[in-house]
């Protein structure tokens, strides 16, 4: 048998190792980022306060170095209008968001499976920036104020998706949960208003990864 024959044996026989033997992931993924909208109240008028829909774009390193447990280093960024209405009237700001958090997956299959469920669960910080232009005067300012500044604020994450490991290669769906505190130095109440909670991300993405 030729060496180059010897050669192309021992390639094939390592690329049907299973993906699983892979510990490491460098992957990418986009998708659509939907919030939830929190009312601001004053003694004399209300309006509904919120980040507009908008693409996500996200890339993560992962480690899968147990059977079922692993975890992954996370960035996203979200663009996303600031918004404030009131009946007919409506006032926008150009704005995006940058995540940085760690989250600890459990997959419902071990590391040699070719799918995994999972869920994810972490934390870490995510900063609002307001990068529209300002005018003079801003629709709804009685209520609350866009501004161009920016808010960073704690990060919950709550996720769940599938993965399809082949060879060297990885593809995923999945949805996640990010919870802040609200942004009020981005959407600012105006004196005598009131705006507080927990704003809630609502993110579903698809993405490609190499695993090694």
């Known amino acids: 048998m030729s060496k180059h024959l010897l050669l192309v044996c021992a390639v094939l026989l ?119 232009t300002e005018v003079v005067s801003q629709p709804l300012n009685g209520v609350a104020l866009l501004t161009k500044t920016g808010d960073l604020r704690p990060l919950v994450s709550v996720g769940a998706g599938f993965k399809v490991n082949a060879r060297r290669f990885g593809f995923r769906v999945e949805a996640h949960d990010f919870l802040t505190p609200f942004p009020t130095k981005v959407i600012t109440p105006a004196q005598g208003a009131s705006i507080g909670g927990w704003l809630q991300d609502f993110v579903v993405s698809a993405g490609i990864s190499i695993l090694f």
């Open 14 to 132: 390592l690329s049907t190792f299973p993906a699983a033997a892979q510990k490491w992931e460098i992957g990418g993924a986009a998708g659509g980022g939907f919030y939830t909208s929190k009312d601001v109240n004053t003694p004399g008028a209300s309006a509904s306060a919120k980040i507009a829909n908008g693409i996500v774009a996200s890339g993560w390193v992962a480690n899968n170095n147990g059977n079922v447990w692993g975890g992954e280093f996370r960035y996203d960024y979200q663009r996303g209008d600031l918004e404030v209405s009131s009946g007919g009237t409506k006032a926008s700001f150009a704005a995006q968001s940058h995540a940085v958090h760690y989250d600890v997956l459990f997959h419902f299959a071990g590391i040699e499976s070719h799918v995994r469920p999972f869920i994810a669960v972490g934390g870490g910080v995510k900063r609002f920036e307001g990068i529209g």
